[in-house]
């Protein structure tokens, strides 16, 4: 009997839920009528459920003009009927499915596991005294991230690119340093762009075309495919110079067929020429600065230098095999798309978006001894052997840079000795990393030194001027320790640890022209300075 009563009941709510569904718009029209009632009669309530349909009723429009749903836009009680069932349909099955919505659902799943696998003990993370350090480290490492990679990879896009600054104070990766400006873009194979940009004061310029194998920019395309130098540019006399990237004459890849290739682009343009291979996906401009005071630390300078260097597009080709190589071809911006258009373009961005941190975190493979460069040693307090960058390297080196790395690993009243003679080379510097390639906070402790920044001796005797100075090999002795040792004398230059006992500590040589020395090192107490 119970039983009989219970299912009657059910049915019931159900056929009453069936007639307020079908008979909603009507039932919030007689509500609002009585609402407007109330409000003439001033006896409405002003903050009850009937005060917020009437104020929903007025923003959507009355629809005293007529109504023929699906040939106009919803109004009056028609729309506030369309939010209600949308808001009970969401609450039971959750929210409408689309192309955007399925894209960033995938990189909150990367995202939840960055945290659980990567960020743990299972990647060789967090296992030391220092973990809690680590750990926060590298929580703050992924929000950094996703700040360039919203900025690189959303905001940004090869049919409409524009320099972006990869590294800054607040976003780092990849082995920043603070003496450099670091520019990137995402480009296209099958298009041809002209950048332009000025020389200034650079100790070092390289302009590096950065892909892989899959021809996928989401990877990071650490791989450098292609290389400009300060010495292979065509400068004009006021500094300013033009590239012109040519898109890829893989028939392959790029469909050259609709017109004569960079023939229109290379008449009129007095550019250094450089050719694309088809892996090609972004482009990075270094630019080193040895001075005094570190660059990175300058913003107006680094606005400046941003606001030198453009790219445009010249030329554009077909993607042989791929229908939708041009998401944005005839529009001017994104928002120019239709509904459908954007969405497949958003869940594009963010698609790359969840397999650039995907590549950066859980796609990084755990330091192997048998395979790391012989420039980077295993063993702390000690520098490996200094060699040159090759192409056939993975990650973000650059050709013209020899390098030079190790770890440190310190007591709390211990320092480190760093000495060594400097080759004659473009630039020089060394910068303190943590267990994510990323440089301590410059902006409050001297974490790095350029050979402006070092106290340099030559022959026993100081080096005043640097700049102005005759010494081919100058001797550099610098001093790592949590503390600057108060008894240190001007021999000596020094590198805060910034409170770590452990972390890495990087060398580069730009442009050496005489063999690297590789620099020694003694481990010492503070009290012995």
């Known amino acids: ?170 976003i780092k990766m990849l082995g920043d340093h603070p003496d450099a400006v670091y520019l990137y873009t995402p480009v296209d194979p099958c298009r041809s762009y002209l950048i332009t940009g000025r020389v200034t004061t650079e100790a070092y310029f390289s302009f590096t075309v950065h892909g892989d194998p899959s021809n996928n920019q989401a990877t990071f395309a650490t791989r450098i495919v292609a290389t400009l130098n300060l010495e292979e540019l065509k400068i004009e006399e006021d500094g300013t110079y033009k590239v012109l990237l040519k898109a890829s004459a893989d028939p392959e890849v790029c469909d050259l067929s609709s017109q004569d290739p960079y023939t229109d682009s290379e008449k009129d343009i007095k550019a250094s020429i450089l050719e694309m291979p088809p892996s090609s996906s972004s482009v990075i401009v270094r630019l080193y600065y040895e001075n005094s005071t570190s660059v990175g630390t300058d913003e107006v300078f680094v606005t400046s230098v941003m606001d030198s260097y453009k790219i445009e597009i010249v030329e554009i080709y077909n993607t042989v095999n791929d229908n939708n190589n041009v998401a944005m071809e005839s529009c001017n911006k994104a928002s120019d798309l239709n509904e459908d258009a954007l969405d497949k373009h958003i869940a594009k961005q963010l698609n790359t978006v969840t397999k650039f941190v995907y590549a950066m975190t859980l796609g990084m493979p755990m330091q192997d001894p048998t395979t790391t460069p012989k420039f ?63 440089s301590f906070d410059f902006r409050l402790h001297s974490v790095s030194l350029n050979r402006k920044q070092m106290n340099l001796t030559c022959d026993g005797e100081y080096i005043a001027d640097f700049d102005n100075s005759s010494c081919s090999t100058p001797y550099y002795r610098i001093v790592l320790s949590a503390n600057r040792p108060p008894g240190l004398n001007s021999s000596y230059s020094w590198i805060s640890t910034g409170g770590r006992r452990r972390a890495q500590m990087f060398w580069r040589f730009v442009l050496p022209t005489n063999e690297v020395q590789q620099p020694k090192t003694t481990i010492m107490n503070v009290a012995d300075f």
């Open 376 to 438: 980077y040693s295993m063993i702390p307090n000690k520098f490996g052997i200094p060699e040159k960058w090759s192409r056939d390297t993975e990650g973000m080196g650059a050709v013209d840079i020899a390098y030079c790395a190790g770890q440190f690993q310190l007591k709390e009243d211990q320092a480190l000795l760093i000495q060594g003679e400097l080759p004659e080379c473009s630039f020089a510097n060394i910068v303190l990393w943590n267990r994510f390639l990323q």
């Open 1 to 170: 009997m119970i039983g009989k009563v219970l299912t009657l009941t059910f049915l019931a709510l159900v056929a009453m839920s069936c007639v307020v569904w079908v008979y909603l718009p009507e039932l919030l029209k007689l509500a609002v009528d009585h609402a407007l009632q109330l409000e003439a009669a001033q006896t409405l309530p002003p903050h009850g459920g009937l005060a917020k349909l009437l104020v929903g009723y007025r923003l959507t429009g009355s629809c005293e003009n007529g109504f023929e749903q699906g040939k106009s836009a919803l109004c009056g009680e028609h729309f506030l009927s369309h939010v209600i069932k949308s808001q009970a349909i969401a609450t039971a099955i959750g929210p409408p499915s689309v192309k955007s919505r399925v894209a960033f659902r995938e990189l909150l799943g990367v995202l939840s596991a960055v945290d659980q696998k990567y960020l743990s003990p299972v990647s060789n993370i967090a296992l030391g005294d220092d973990w809690r350090r680590e750990t926060a480290e590298g929580f703050q490492f992924l929000t950094q991230l996703l700040r360039f990679a919203f900025e690189a990879y959303v905001e940004n896009d090869p049919t409409h690119p524009r320099f972006i600054r990869m590294v800054s104070p607040t």
